[in-house]
């Protein structure tokens, strides 16, 4: 198994430009998240889904979008990219579980730089 | 809303001291808590996962410890090396629709020959 990868490993664009993030597993998880992480910090949920077709806002949504058409893939969009979405961005997924006691597994990390 | 602090920010410490970091969280209705290493540049790697219904977790010389009434978790690391400098992170699953971790801060470790 991969695990979770995601593409691009790093990235350069200019205020204004738009970009999308992949997110794979294949582990069958139901649940996959969307993080970033900035310096000096820990990271912080941008949206999240719980199924195919399904998404929703986690504590920093603006600026993003989402899509979850097949339950393996998880797109992170940035339509108009600004400065302040400099960061590394982290997916994750995890088992649908009655307690969820199960940890998230996480990919490598996408670097963004926005000129 | 969940909250989750980790003290200290930045620790450096010689080789083969034992060391604590620490780890408190404001809402005690999680589903567990995990302990990851973070390496510069690179993602996470899960170190322990403690269930809520647990008090403690050892692999090897990392030994954590959960109090979910006061909020509060430790990692201790026995007998540090210099392959233990990294970033630790603590995160708390919380108890929502959405499942997600919180995050801490981190603690800085640098373990010095």
């Known amino acids: 198994n991969a695990g979770v990868t995601q593409t691009p490993k790093f990235r350069v664009l200019k205020t204004g430009q738009s970009m999308t993030l992949l997110c794979a597993q294949d582990?069958?998880?139901?649940?996959m998240y969307w993080y970033r992480q900035d310096p000096g910090m820990g990271l912080r949920l941008i949206h999240y889904?719980?199924?195919?077709?399904?998404?929703a806002k986690g504590e920093v949504p603006d600026g993003y979008n989402v899509s979850r058409l097949k339950k393996q893939n998880f797109l992170l969009g940035l339509e108009s990219a600004a400065p302040s979405q400099t960061s590394v961005y982290f997916c994750?997924?995890?088992?649908?579980?009655?307690?969820?006691?199960?940890?998230?597994?996480f990919g490598p990390g996408t670097r963004l730089t926005v000129l | 809303k969940q909250e989750v602090t980790q003290i200290p920010a930045a620790l450096s410490v010689p080789e083969g001291e034992n060391l604590v970091l620490n780890c408190s969280f404001t809402?005690?209705?999680?589903?567990?808590l995990q302990w990851f290493r973070q390496d510069p540049g690179k993602g996470l790697t899960s170190l322990l996962l403690?269930?809520?219904?647990?008090r403690e977790q050892t692999s090897g010389r990392l030994n954590a410890s959960l109090d979910k009434s006061s909020g509060r978790s430790t990692l201790y690391i026995a007998a540090s090396q210099p392959g233990d400098s990294a970033t630790y992170l603590c995160?708390?699953?919380?108890?929502?629709?959405?499942?997600?971790?919180?995050f801490g801060s981190g603690t800085r470790l640098l373990v010095r020959p």
């Open positions: 994750a997924s995890s088992y649908w579980q009655a307690e969820h006691t199960d940890t998230q597994y």
């Open positions: 582990m069958n998880h139901e649940y």
């Open positions: 889904s719980v199924g195919e077709g399904t998404t």
């Open positions: 809402d005690s209705a999680i589903y567990n």
């Open positions: 403690i269930q809520s219904s647990q």
């Open positions: 995160a708390v699953r919380v108890v929502d629709s959405s499942y997600k971790l919180i």
